[in-house]
Every structure is written in C-alpha cells, then in structure tokens.
C-alpha cells in the first residue's frame, strides 16, 4: 500500500514502514505517535484511490523516531576580477518518522 500525503506545505510519498525525513515538528517528542489527514493519493494492490483534493475518512499513523539536523549546505559567491568571496553554512532541523499504518 502506497500513499502521497501532504504535511507541512511538503508533499511525501510513503509505504508501510518507510522511514521519512520532514522539516521539524515543534512540540513533538520522540517517541510520540502522529496522525495525518490530509492523503492525495493511496493504492493498494491495483486499487487507486485519488482525493479532491484530500481523502475524506483516510488516516495515516507515524511515529516519531528522533529529530536531527540534516548535512551543511554550502553557500558561495564570488565576484570575478574584484577579490570577493563569501562562503555560508545552512544546517536544516529534520524530523524522522516511520509509517505505522495507513487507513482509509
């Protein structure tokens, strides 16, 4: 069973037991369990189910694993001929979840 959900003005495709990285969820411990509404898109076994634009009743349960920071993103810029360089780090705060389950 397959499904595209929307969370966080991102969109996500997900199978059971996936493990998915989503910008931070504030407030959210590790540990806790989340339900998400609003669902795209589910097939399960040739059956296609599409929303418009959400599913009405469909569900789908995650678990927060942990919360982490993603790998540096390196920014740079130069200006040719004039001696200017400017190099800038981003790190991104991600939320790790696995799907439990997902319902419709």
Avoid at 2 to 8: M, T, V
Avoid at 33 to 55: D, M, R, T, V
Avoid at 59 to 80: L, M
Wanted: contains cysteine.
């Amino acid at each position: 069973m397959e499904a595209i959900f929307e969370l966080l003005g991102y969109q996500y495709k997900a199978s059971l037991n996936w493990d998915i990285y989503i910008p931070l969820l504030k407030g959210y411990n590790k540990g806790k369990n989340i339900f998400i509404k609003k669902i795209l898109f589910i097939k399960n076994n040739g059956l296609i189910i599409n929303g418009f634009p959400y599913i009405n009743r469909g569900i789908i349960k995650a678990k927060i694993i942990k919360h982490i920071r993603d790998k540096k993103q390196i920014c740079f810029k130069s200006k040719k001929r004039k001696g200017f360089k400017l190099k800038k780090g981003h790190r991104q705060y991600l939320t790790k979840i696995k799907i439990i389950y997902i319902e419709f």
